[in-house]
């Protein structure tokens, strides 16, 4: 089992910058891919960015490429989502996922852990 706590969400002006952070505990998460997803009022929950294993490749949604990076740190069992340039459109509750799969993915099912998120509002 592994548990997953995010923090660093709140609230923030267009065009500025926050990092989320994702505690996790139970088992290392050097084996498990890690993501984040985001859900807005009334929609969906969708993919946001993702992470290797090792960390040496990242995956984002085209919505966020150029202004998130994602990163982590398997010492410190540890995931990251550094948001920048933020908009309005981004306001949503962020959450933190892990899933065994050995190739990156989008979908939300084979995630098996997930965090209960954190908040993040952004003003225009």
């Known amino acids: 089992q592994v548990q997953l706590v995010e923090s660093g969400g709140g609230l923030v002006q267009a065009g500025g910058s926050l990092r989320l952070s994702c505690a996790a505990s139970g088992r290392t998460i050097s084996s498990y891919y890690m993501g984040w997803f985001r859900q807005a009022p009334e929609k969906e929950r969708e993919f946001a960015a993702a992470i290797s294993r090792s960390g040496g490749d990242t995956y984002y949604a085209d919505s966020v490429k150029g202004r998130f990076t994602i990163s982590r740190d398997n010492a410190k069992n540890m995931v990251y989502l550094q948001m920048n340039s933020l908009k309005p459109e981004d306001t949503a509750g962020y959450s933190c996922?892990?899933?065994?799969?050995?190739?990156?993915?989008?979908?939300?099912?084979?995630?098996?852990?997930w965090g209960q998120g954190t908040q993040v509002t952004v003003s225009s």
């Open positions: 996922a892990a899933t065994g799969r050995t190739r990156f993915t989008t979908d939300l099912i084979y995630y098996g852990y």
